[in-house]
């Protein structure tokens, strides 16, 4: 019998324009209960809306919470970088309606008690709301129920993401709006909202402790070991501007590594994922040189155009390779190994885009 993750995964790929707030798929999540205490600080104030922690809560409840904070961090960070920078992202720019859904049967089938201790019921839930984005605007909330969209009855129950992202997609690919229904405390509600641009990627949030990102050209998945390595969520940002960076440039499509590191991160968003499939360098080139400078240099407007300060790029990197230097199996460095020549070029980029604010010229490489 196949898993909620396996009979959703089709979905996966469909979902980048459609239902959620970051592009970043609707499909089960993937719950680590190993976690400890890890990631526990990172909550925002998008969880506030959950019923507060307990003494007595199961172990798969207090994993969930974990996961939800670990989440919402990663696509809170992710949601200027994807919002701000369509036009670096060329022929990846797409219709997002600004926010994100799930229903009790989001989590992996032991989670779903869990998830329903959380509020999830079997109708959507609105999770996060896009700050600035046309679903913010129009008023949507976290919290609010999905009922309908069009005038049609949103799908309720096991396969509802799935199922709503397929009659969002082509909504979202030609219009400039949807009118959408909501419930609200038990109220009905309509809300017409304006369609955001947007990098049309996917972002994941990997089950491993390795410090380690990856981009397979639709998606870039940052791995939990990673996420505790950085110290702020500007470094967060640094990591995923230079993966997103890697995706608009095509360089998964042109190192032919598009179905290795896709097949890497489908692994390592599962419960258990096979950590023995990552000895080594777990089948990944190392990035050129010249390649790697280059999506430095996009990262890097990608960054200032979404308001994160760049000048902390070269210390966040140079920590980073310290710590985790090429010799270290599925480290970051290991495939991305050029560290002086990224340097010298990131510091050069950031006089560059120092300048051009200074001056109140276009951020563009």
């Given at each position: 019998?196949?898993?909620?993750?396996?009979?959703?995964?089709?979905?996966?790929?469909?979902?980048?324009?459609?239902?959620?707030?970051?592009?970043?798929?609707?499909?089960?999540?993937?719950?680590?209960?190993?976690r400890g205490g890890e990631g526990e600080g990172d909550v925002d104030?998008?969880?506030?809306?959950?019923?507060?922690?307990?003494?007595?809560?199961?172990?798969?409840?207090?994993?969930?919470?974990?996961?939800?904070?670990?989440?919402?961090?990663?696509?809170?960070?992710?949601?200027?970088?994807?919002?701000?920078?369509?036009?670096?992202?060329?022929?990846?720019?797409?219709?997002?309606?600004?926010?994100?859904?799930?229903?009790?049967?989001?989590?992996?089938?032991?989670?779903?008690?869990?998830?329903?201790?959380?509020?999830?019921?079997?109708?959507?839930?609105?999770?996060?709301?896009?700050?600035?984005?046309?679903?913010?605007?129009?008023?949507?909330?976290?919290?609010?129920?999905?009922?309908?969209?069009?005038?049609?009855?949103?799908?309720?129950?096991?396969?509802?993401?799935?199922?709503?992202?397929?009659?969002?997609?082509?909504?979202?690919?030609?219009?400039?709006?949807?009118?959408?229904?909501?419930?609200?405390?038990?109220?009905?509600?309509?809300?017409?909202?304006?369609?955001?641009?947007?990098?049309?990627?996917?972002?994941?949030?990997?089950?491993?402790?390795?410090?380690?990102?990856?981009?397979?050209?639709?998606?870039?998945?940052?791995?939990?070991?990673?996420?505790?390595?950085?110290?702020?969520?500007?470094?967060?940002?640094?990591?995923?501007?230079?993966?997103?960076?890697?995706?608009?440039?095509?360089?998964?499509?042109?190192?032919?590594?598009?179905?290795?590191?896709?097949?890497?991160?489908?692994?390592?968003?599962?419960?258990?994922?096979?950590?023995?499939?990552?000895?080594?360098?777990?089948?990944?080139?190392?990035m050129p040189k010249d390649m790697d400078v280059a999506a430095d240099?996009?990262?890097?407007?990608?960054?200032?155009?979404?308001?994160?300060?760049?000048?902390?790029?070269?210390?966040?990197?140079?920590?980073?390779?310290?710590?985790?230097?090429?010799?270290?199996?599925?480290?970051?460095?290991?495939?991305?190994?050029?560290?002086?020549?990224?340097?010298?070029?990131?510091?050069?980029?950031?006089?560059?885009?120092?300048?051009?604010?200074?001056k109140k010229q276009p951020l563009f490489p």
């Open positions: 019998m196949r898993s909620p993750l396996q009979r959703f995964s089709l979905f996966r790929q469909l979902a980048g324009l459609s239902l959620v707030l970051l592009a970043a798929g609707c499909s089960t999540t993937a719950v680590n209960s190993n104030n998008s969880t506030a809306s959950m019923p507060a922690a307990t003494a007595f809560e199961s172990p798969q409840l207090k994993a969930l919470r974990i996961l939800t904070a670990q989440q919402d961090r990663l696509y809170r960070v992710a949601a200027p970088l994807l919002v701000n920078n369509a036009p670096l992202c060329r022929n990846f720019a797409r219709n997002l309606i600004g926010f994100s859904a799930k229903n009790q049967y989001s989590y992996s089938e032991d989670y779903v008690q869990a998830a329903q201790a959380l509020g999830f019921g079997e109708q959507l839930q609105i999770t996060g709301v896009l700050p600035d984005s046309g679903a913010s605007r129009a008023g949507v909330m976290r919290g609010d129920l999905l009922t309908s969209v069009e005038g049609k009855a949103m799908p309720q129950g096991p396969k509802a993401e799935p199922d709503a992202a397929a009659i969002l997609a082509p909504l979202v690919a030609k219009r400039t709006s949807v009118k959408l229904g909501l419930t609200r405390a038990g109220k009905s509600l309509v809300a017409s909202v304006p369609l955001t641009q947007a990098c049309g990627f996917g972002i994941e949030l990997g089950n491993t402790d390795n410090v380690n990102a990856y981009a397979d050209g639709r998606r870039v998945l940052v791995t939990r070991g990673m996420l505790n390595f950085t110290r702020s969520d500007t470094e967060l940002a640094y990591v995923l501007a230079k993966e997103l960076a890697h995706n608009a440039l095509r360089y998964p499509l042109r190192m032919r590594m598009t179905a290795t590191v896709g097949g890497i991160i489908d692994n390592l968003v599962r419960i258990s994922p096979d950590t023995s499939t990552l000895n080594g360098s777990g089948g990944v080139k190392p240099t996009v990262a890097l407007y990608m960054l200032a155009r979404a308001g994160y300060d760049v000048q902390g790029a070269h210390a966040f990197w140079q920590r980073l390779a310290d710590q985790y230097p090429a010799s270290v199996p599925n480290g970051y460095t290991a495939i991305h190994p050029s560290t002086a020549a990224r340097m010298a070029t990131i510091d050069r980029i950031v006089g560059n885009i120092q300048s051009k604010v200074a």
